[in-house]
């Protein structure tokens, strides 16, 4: 195609299938009513020109990105990948033969090697004479990724066909026009026409089907009843979505549709886009769902009272469930969700519904107490919350929770496949819903809370800077869990499937003594949790240590020495690794070695030998199908944001974006610079040039170590900006030097725009389980082998998943900033961009 007649692409596509008709000069009139005479007459030249018959041989060997094969057509030899095949066929459907149009257009495919060399002597050209342009695109393009929405998809209930085929539309006031079909289905057909339709939405359309009148016996005074569904625009294109009109049945010529379509789908290849936007999402779900960090707890609603009846444990939350143990194992997250907080999140109606909760335990005679007061219980008087912040956050067991309540309905546990029952008796079993026995168990479901542990240690490190009057302890009492309440009655299921790689710490609640770098003197106090093989250990003293806190720690376990002979346990050897400012909290690690290995083999044994204790419910099923259902009611419930990476060389690069429900400050932030069903995660990784750039070195850290990684990041956000880089402004806590300097952060973001705080965790991925999308693979592979290997590549090659929750309002009561800060921080500069909607 000469350089002139580019700019008339469009047209020249749809004028194709027309070239042979007898009205191809009304149609070309009609659709280039506003192209120049002259013009007109080179597009009618060039269409004719396509349209010839071509005798060349095609040899795409060695020319594109894929494995060439044999391709024998009317008697010729032709040698072609998998992706020019399938153009091939289609403009032979468009054409009604081998022409030269059919020939050009598969030496012009997306992984034709020319075709891509020519884009990027375009691309260099273009950043030599801009070269602010190269850097724009490293920096932004990288980053943007598409929004993926979990399992949700659309299901067909009759299979769509590509075609390509000459129409003639018509309303009721008889005014017509030409367009072409793009595919068709026993209940809908797509079709393209000229930007400037005359349709509209919802009316009634006939449809003649022109381009099929010489084949076949069609009626041609009656057209087909369509009702016009949707309207979409691309490149100056009108897509036009139609659903056949059951008032104005066609008997006939619905006989010949399924037969149609039965015997040529092979020929003409079944659509599958929404089979493909199926499998993405469910892989997307494959590699969120077992390590996502939040707890989800379903809560059934009965005489107006919230009662917790299921928590979905994985190999990352379960740390929540283990936390909120006593001593002999009884779940009591009945104490952190109480019906009277419960309550307040449901009346939160006109606002998020979410809540932060601050816990700590106390150990004594072998017992563990819980102690928990959410920021709205604490806000009543100044006194309060600094006596449970300030005493808590002295304790190795002090923990931030954040609490959301959404919506839910029991139907979200059917999820159904992509794919119409009539393909076969596999894909309707697959397609029915759960049975009745299982859906009884949900019928109560109305409420879904988000439980996800938020703590840090800055947070730690900042409440315990909090003076308050030793005479008010005695207020905590009011905080306290009676310990002759019945345990929470919730059942904890277990993910499915779930391939465990990641470790996770177990709660050991025990009293120990310590002496520090070999000196005399016993320091009591209790521990709190140890990490898998023993490695690491966090240990709370009963008063502050007076020494430098550097060197070696050993730790006396006399309550374990009790039950074992096999094992020394009274003299195990640490390392400091950490202390708060009091050095009443300390992390200790196993010493390498000698030194160490009594510490870690006793511990690799506790855990072997309890695992039972320290697991989540074995995985028979009360009520076959439970965990799946679950699953697939929270998957389409995430409250928050979380990106999927790939390795690409020894980067870690985001490949798709869960977009949550509820963190709408996250949402905006992320859709600011980006284009619509994209968001742009940039900022993320602005530190990349650093020496130690968090995402890049922190994944690394959790292959080590087993484990995921948090941080918190602060963000100034200014929408009025239009450079990126001065509308998002950055900055990890950890690389703060001191709290004044993160109040001083947070102040200077309020008065430009708006301050963010995030808390981020990093985590490796298992792998997918293909028994939950084998059946749309195999169907993909059926009719386009190609995008079946495209997307088990891509599946394949996901390695990590970042997991974003919104923490600012506890950053900002954590700093000391009042309620009418917290207000006003709620309310952006510029909110044009606030209500972007998602794809």
Same mark, same amino acid.
């Given at each position: 195609?000469?350089?002139?007649?580019?700019?008339?692409?469009?047209?020249?596509?749809?004028?194709?299938?027309?070239?042979?008709?007898?009205?191809?000069?009304?149609?070309?009139?009609?659709?280039?009513?506003?192209?120049?005479? !002259? $013009?007109?007459?080179?597009?009618?030249? @060039?269409? %004719?020109?396509?349209?010839?018959?071509? +005798? =060349?041989?095609?040899? &795409?060997?060695?020319?594109?990105?894929?494995?060439?094969?044999?391709?024998?057509?009317?008697?010729?030899?032709?040698?072609?990948?998998?992706?020019?095949?399938?153009?091939?066929?289609?403009?032979?459907?468009?054409?009604?033969?081998?022409?030269?149009?059919?020939?050009?257009?598969?030496?012009?495919?997306?992984?034709?090697?020319?075709?891509?060399? !020519? $884009?990027?002597?375009?691309?260099?050209? @273009?950043? %030599?004479?801009?070269?602010?342009?190269? +850097? =724009?695109?490293?920096? &932004?393009?990288?980053?943007?990724?598409?929004?993926?929405?979990?399992?949700?998809?659309?299901?067909?209930?009759?299979?769509?066909?590509?075609?390509?085929?000459?129409?003639?539309?018509?309303?009721?006031?008889?005014?017509?026009?030409?367009?072409?079909?793009?595919?068709?289905?026993?209940?809908?057909?797509?079709?393209?026409?000229?930007?400037?339709?005359?349709?509209?939405?919802?009316?009634?359309?006939?449809?003649?089907?022109?381009?099929?009148?010489?084949?076949?016996?069609?009626?041609?005074?009656?057209?087909?009843?369509?009702?016009?569904?949707?309207?979409?625009?691309?490149?100056?294109?009108?897509?036009?979505?139609?659903?056949?009109?059951?008032?104005?049945?066609?008997?006939?010529?619905?006989?010949?549709?399924?037969?149609?379509?039965?015997?040529?789908?092979?020929?003409?290849?079944?659509?599958?886009?929404?089979?493909?936007?199926?499998?993405?999402?469910?892989?997307?779900?494959?590699?969120?769902?077992?390590?996502?960090?939040?707890?989800?707890?379903?809560?059934?609603?009965?005489?107006?009272?919230?009662?917790?009846?299921?928590?979905?444990?994985?190999?990352?939350?379960?740390?929540?469930?283990?936390?909120?143990?006593?001593?002999?194992?009884?779940?009591?997250?009945?104490?952190?969700?109480?019906?009277?907080?419960?309550?307040?999140?449901?009346?939160?109606?006109?606002?998020?519904?979410?809540?932060?909760?601050?816990?700590?335990?106390?150990?004594?005679?072998?017992?563990?107490?819980?102690?928990?007061?959410?920021?709205?219980?604490?806000?009543?008087?100044?006194?309060?919350?600094?006596?449970?912040?300030?005493?808590?956050?002295?304790?190795?067991?002090?923990?931030?929770?954040?609490?959301?309540?959404?919506?839910?309905?029991?139907?979200?546990?059917?999820?159904?496949?992509?794919?119409?029952?009539?393909?076969?008796?596999?894909?309707?079993?697959?397609?029915?819903?759960?049975?009745?026995?299982?859906?009884?168990?949900?019928?109560?479901?109305?409420?879904?809370?988000?439980?996800?542990?938020?703590?840090?240690?800055?947070?730690?490190?900042?409440?315990?800077?909090?003076?308050?009057?030793?005479?008010?302890?005695?207020?905590?009492?009011?905080?306290?869990?009676?310990?002759?309440?019945?345990?929470?009655?919730?059942?904890?299921?277990?993910?499915?499937?779930?391939?465990?790689?990641?470790?996770?710490?177990?709660?050991?609640?025990?009293?120990?003594?310590?002496?520090?770098?070999?000196?005399?003197?016993?320091?009591?106090?209790?521990?709190?949790?140890?990490?898998?093989?023993?490695?690491?250990?966090?240990?709370?003293?009963?008063?502050?240590?007076?020494?430098?806190?550097?060197?070696?720690?050993?730790?006396?376990?006399?309550?374990?020495?009790?039950?074992?002979?096999?094992?020394?346990?009274?003299?195990?050897?640490?390392?400091?690794?950490?202390?708060?400012?009091?050095?009443?909290?300390?992390?200790?690690?196993?010493?390498?070695?000698?030194?160490?290995?009594?510490?870690?083999?006793?511990?690799?044994?506790?855990?072997?030998?309890?695992?039972?204790?320290?697991?989540?419910?074995?995985?028979?099923?009360?009520?076959?199908?439970?965990?799946?259902?679950?699953?697939?009611?929270?998957?389409?419930?995430?409250?928050?944001?979380?990106?999927?990476?790939?390795?690409?060389?020894?980067?870690?690069?985001?490949?798709?974006?869960?977009?949550?429900?509820?963190?709408?400050?996250?949402?905006?932030?992320?859709?600011?610079?980006?284009?619509?069903?994209?968001?742009?995660?940039?900022?993320?990784?602005?530190?990349?040039?650093?020496?130690?750039?968090?995402?890049?070195?922190?994944?690394?850290?959790?292959?080590?170590?087993?484990?995921?990684?948090?941080?918190?990041?602060?963000?100034?956000?200014?929408?009025?900006?239009?450079?990126?880089?001065?509308?998002?402004?950055?900055?990890?806590?950890?690389?703060?030097?001191?709290?004044?300097?993160?109040?001083?952060?947070?102040?200077?973001?309020?008065?430009?725009?708006?301050?963010?705080?995030?808390?981020?965790?990093?985590?490796?991925?298992?792998?997918?389980?293909?028994?939950?999308?084998?059946?749309?693979?195999?169907?993909?592979?059926?009719?386009?082998?190609?995008?079946?290997?495209?997307?088990?590549?891509?599946?394949?090659?996901?390695?990590?998943?970042?997991?974003?929750?919104?923490?600012?309002?506890?950053?900002?009561?954590?700093?000391?900033?009042?309620?009418?800060?917290?207000?006003?921080?709620?309310?952006?500069?510029?909110?044009?961009?606030?209500?972007?909607?998602?794809?």
């Amino acid at each position: 195609m000469s350089q002139d007649l580019k700019q008339y692409a469009e047209i020249i596509e749809q004028l194709k299938p027309m070239v042979n008709e007898p009205e191809f000069n009304q149609v070309l009139l009609q659709i280039g009513a506003d192209i120049p005479k !002259e $013009k007109r007459f080179l597009i009618k030249m @060039e269409v %004719k020109r396509l349209a010839k018959p071509c +005798q =060349r041989t095609i040899d &795409l060997r060695g020319h594109v990105d894929g494995k060439c094969n044999k391709y024998v057509h009317q008697g010729r030899t032709h040698y072609m990948d998998d992706i020019a095949v399938d153009k091939f066929e289609e403009q032979l459907r468009v054409f009604g033969g081998y022409t030269y149009g059919v020939y050009e257009a598969v030496q012009n495919t997306e992984n034709n090697f020319r075709l891509m060399r !020519e $884009k990027e002597l375009i691309q260099e050209r @273009e950043e %030599k004479e801009n070269p602010s342009l190269k +850097q =724009r695109s490293a920096v &932004l393009e990288q980053f943007k990724v598409p929004t993926v929405n979990l399992l949700d998809y659309r299901q067909r209930s009759t299979e769509r066909m590509n075609f390509a085929v000459a129409l003639e539309i018509f309303n009721s006031a008889n005014q017509s026009m030409r367009g072409l079909s793009v595919d068709i289905s026993l209940e809908g057909l797509q079709i393209k026409l000229s930007k400037n339709t005359l349709f509209k939405k919802g009316e009634t359309l006939f449809i003649f089907f022109r381009g099929l009148e010489n084949e076949f016996a069609m009626d041609k005074k009656n057209g087909i009843a369509y009702t016009l569904v949707k309207i979409s625009t691309k490149n100056d294109v009108n897509y036009l979505a139609l659903q056949r009109d059951k008032n104005r049945p066609n008997p006939a010529f619905d006989n010949f549709l399924e037969s149609f379509i039965h015997g040529n789908k092979r020929r003409y290849k079944v659509n599958m886009t929404n089979t493909i936007e199926a499998i993405t999402s469910k892989i997307c779900e494959q590699y969120f769902s077992p390590r996502s960090p939040t707890l989800p707890v379903y809560i059934d609603e009965i005489n107006k009272t919230l009662i917790p009846r299921y928590a979905m444990v994985n190999e990352v939350n379960r740390e929540i469930v283990h936390y909120w143990q006593d001593e002999a194992d009884n779940c009591r997250l009945n104490f952190l969700l109480s019906q009277e907080r419960l309550t307040r999140l449901l009346n939160k109606s006109n606002e998020v519904r979410e809540i932060f909760v601050f816990s700590f335990t106390h150990l004594q005679n072998e017992k563990v107490y819980f102690y928990s007061a959410s920021i709205d219980e604490l806000s009543q008087k100044e006194a309060l919350f600094r006596v449970f912040a300030g005493f808590g956050a002295r304790k190795a067991s002090w923990r931030v929770f954040k609490i959301t309540l959404t919506d839910m309905v029991p139907e979200q546990a059917h999820i159904p496949l992509s794919i119409p029952d009539s393909v076969g008796n596999k894909v309707k079993k697959l397609n029915t819903p759960p049975p009745a026995r299982l859906m009884s168990k949900l019928k109560n479901l109305v409420y879904l809370a988000h439980i996800t542990d938020v703590t840090s240690i800055m947070g730690q490190e900042a409440y315990n800077e909090l003076k308050y009057n030793k005479e008010h302890l005695v207020h905590l009492k009011h905080f306290g869990h009676p310990r002759n309440r019945a345990s929470s009655d919730v059942q904890l299921v277990r993910f499915k499937y779930e391939e465990q790689r990641l470790e996770s710490r177990y709660q050991l609640r025990t009293p120990i003594s310590v002496r520090f770098n070999n000196e005399e003197i016993d320091h009591k106090g209790v521990s709190e949790d140890i990490s898998v093989h023993g490695l690491g250990l966090r240990i709370e003293l009963s008063k502050e240590y007076k020494g430098a806190l550097e060197g070696i720690a050993e730790v006396a376990f006399p309550k374990l020495q009790e039950i074992t002979t096999s094992f020394d346990v009274m003299h195990l050897q640490y390392d400091i690794i950490y202390h708060n400012p009091e050095k009443n909290i300390l992390h200790l690690k196993a010493m390498t070695g000698e030194e160490g290995k009594s510490a870690r083999h006793f511990f690799d044994e506790l855990i072997k030998k309890n695992k039972a204790n320290l697991k989540v419910d074995n995985d028979e099923e009360e009520i076959p199908g439970i965990g799946q259902a679950l699953r697939c009611i929270n998957a389409r419930n995430a409250t928050s944001l979380s990106f999927l990476m790939s390795k690409e060389g020894i980067r870690y690069t985001p490949q798709a974006c869960i977009v949550g429900k509820q963190d709408e400050r996250i949402t905006t932030l992320t859709t600011q610079f980006s284009e619509r069903g994209q968001v742009n995660l940039e900022f993320l990784f602005r530190d990349r040039k650093q020496d130690s750039p968090f995402v890049q070195s922190g994944i690394k850290t959790v292959k080590l170590e087993n484990m995921p990684l948090r941080e918190e990041l602060f963000i100034s956000f200014d929408t009025s900006q239009k450079d990126p880089r001065m509308a998002i402004i950055p900055r990890y806590s950890s690389r703060f030097e001191n709290n004044e300097q993160r109040s001083a952060f947070i102040k200077d973001a309020m008065l430009r725009g708006q301050f963010i705080a995030v808390h981020v965790m990093l985590t490796t991925t298992g792998k997918p389980d293909l028994t939950l999308l084998q059946t749309e693979i195999n169907y993909v592979t059926m009719y386009a082998m190609h995008r079946a290997k495209e997307l088990e590549k891509k599946m394949w090659g996901i390695a990590a998943c970042a997991h974003l929750v919104d923490v600012t309002d506890e950053v900002l009561i954590r700093y000391g900033f009042s309620a009418q800060d917290i207000t006003a921080n709620k309310t952006l500069n510029n909110p044009s961009h606030s209500n972007k909607v998602m794809a």
